[in-house]
């Protein structure tokens, strides 16, 4: 079953090609908890470490040097801590070995030469803490660039499958509803034909910025590529989604007015609100309830229900 609204549009996407399982929506779940997690493992476990660590240097004496293994608290927590919590642990790691090193007996006949061997421990551990941060961030921003459009600095095809996944098989397994927009702009073509490309760039980050602005939190806009964006409306049933998407296309349209910008919008909007919804699919039919949007004469919406369409 199809419902047509007018008023406001949405336009086309590509198909997709991910594939959506019920294995990798928990590998997301357990990226998210362990993220989440991360301050009290991180800490917990290199006091742990530092901890054996520091017993087998104590029992095995000063015969055999157990540097390296300091570096096994160091450089966990490095990672799983913010810069400020894991310089803590380069501290204690020279203490304890210094302090290891005069309880098995170590005798300096220069204090300089004690100093002189702590500052050397405790500056090595510094630098491989900064080194590993580095690292770190470096990390997260590349991940964060994979997984946002640079365009517009929202998400794009790749994290909008990875959060589509989730809420379809959190569907499958409590029955929560979701909803998914297909959304398009008409005539996009003509604004980077006249007025050229950085006029179409401005406009799409306009429009990504003015929809972000005007959905919850817990919802996600990415962009698909071109002058395609595509929403996830999580716990939206689809008589919900038809107030969402109506209240959000009058205010792109009344924006998109006030900038005398010459486009409108075409969307194609399905839920899923019981059982196990096909994700892949489910993009698939509003990609078409959108093309249907288009036919009729753009600048509308149509709503559908996966399984009734």
């Given at each position: 079953m199809v419902e047509t609204a007018k008023n406001d549009s949405f336009d086309e996407m590509q198909k997709p090609?991910?594939?959506?399982?019920?294995?990798?929506?928990?590998?997301?779940?357990?990226?998210?908890?362990?993220?989440?997690?991360?301050?009290?493992?991180?800490?917990?476990?290199?006091?742990?470490s530092l901890s054996a660590v520091a017993f087998l240097d104590y029992t095995t004496g000063n015969e055999i040097v157990m540097v390296l293994l300091y570096l096994i608290p160091i450089i966990m927590t490095s990672w799983l801590l913010s810069r400020r919590a894991a310089m803590i642990f380069p501290v204690l790691c020279g203490l304890s070995l210094?302090?290891?090193?005069?309880?098995?007996g170590h005798v300096y006949k220069n204090n300089?030469?004690?100093?002189?061997?702590?500052?050397?421990?405790?500056?090595?551990?510094?630098?491989?803490?900064?080194?590993?941060?580095?690292?770190?961030?470096?990390?997260?921003?590349?991940r964060k660039l994979a997984r946002h459009d640079i365009m517009?600095?929202?998400?794009?095809?790749?994290?909008?499958?990875?959060?589509?996944?989730?809420?379809?098989?959190r569907t499958g397994r409590y029955g929560r509803p979701f909803t998914v927009a297909y959304i398009d702009m008409d005539n996009f073509k003509h604004i980077n034909?006249?007025?050229?490309?950085?006029?179409?760039?401005?406009?799409?980050?306009?429009?990504?910025?003015?929809?972000?602005r005007n959905i919850r939190i817990s919802?996600?806009?990415?962009?698909?590529?071109?002058?395609?964006?595509?929403?996830?409306?999580?716990?939206t049933n689809q008589e919900r989604a038809r107030l969402v998407i109506s209240k959000?296309?009058?205010?792109?349209?009344?924006?998109?007015?006030?900038?005398?910008?010459?486009?409108?919008?075409s969307i194609g909007v399905l839920s899923c609100e019981s059982g196990s919804c096909n994700a892949r699919e489910m993009i698939k039919k509003a990609d078409e309830l959108m093309y249907e949007v288009?036919?009729?004469?753009?600048n509308s919406a149509k709503f559908g229900k996966f399984g009734k369409y």
């Amino acid at each position: 079953m199809v419902e047509t609204a007018k008023n406001d549009s949405f336009d086309e996407m590509q198909k997709p090609g991910a594939d959506f399982s019920a294995s990798s929506a928990f590998r997301s779940q357990a990226f998210k908890y362990l993220s989440e997690k991360s301050k009290t493992f991180g800490f917990v476990s290199g006091i742990l470490s530092l901890s054996a660590v520091a017993f087998l240097d104590y029992t095995t004496g000063n015969e055999i040097v157990m540097v390296l293994l300091y570096l096994i608290p160091i450089i966990m927590t490095s990672w799983l801590l913010s810069r400020r919590a894991a310089m803590i642990f380069p501290v204690l790691c020279g203490l304890s070995l210094i302090s290891i090193d005069l309880l098995n007996g170590h005798v300096y006949k220069n204090n300089l030469v004690l100093i002189w061997n702590a500052a050397t421990i405790l500056a090595t551990f510094l630098i491989i803490t900064i080194v590993f941060q580095a690292l770190k961030q470096a990390y997260l921003d590349e991940r964060k660039l994979a997984r946002h459009d640079i365009m517009t600095g929202i998400p794009n095809r790749k994290m909008f499958y990875e959060e589509l996944d989730k809420e379809a098989y959190r569907t499958g397994r409590y029955g929560r509803p979701f909803t998914v927009a297909y959304i398009d702009m008409d005539n996009f073509k003509h604004i980077n034909d006249s007025l050229g490309h950085d006029s179409g760039d401005e406009l799409l980050r306009f429009v990504a910025n003015s929809i972000r602005r005007n959905i919850r939190i817990s919802d996600v806009v990415a962009r698909m590529g071109g002058d395609e964006f595509i929403l996830l409306l999580p716990e939206t049933n689809q008589e919900r989604a038809r107030l969402v998407i109506s209240k959000l296309l009058r205010h792109l349209n009344s924006s998109i007015n006030k900038e005398i910008w010459p486009v409108s919008f075409s969307i194609g909007v399905l839920s899923c609100e019981s059982g196990s919804c096909n994700a892949r699919e489910m993009i698939k039919k509003a990609d078409e309830l959108m093309y249907e949007v288009k036919r009729a004469g753009k600048n509308s919406a149509k709503f559908g229900k996966f399984g009734k369409y």
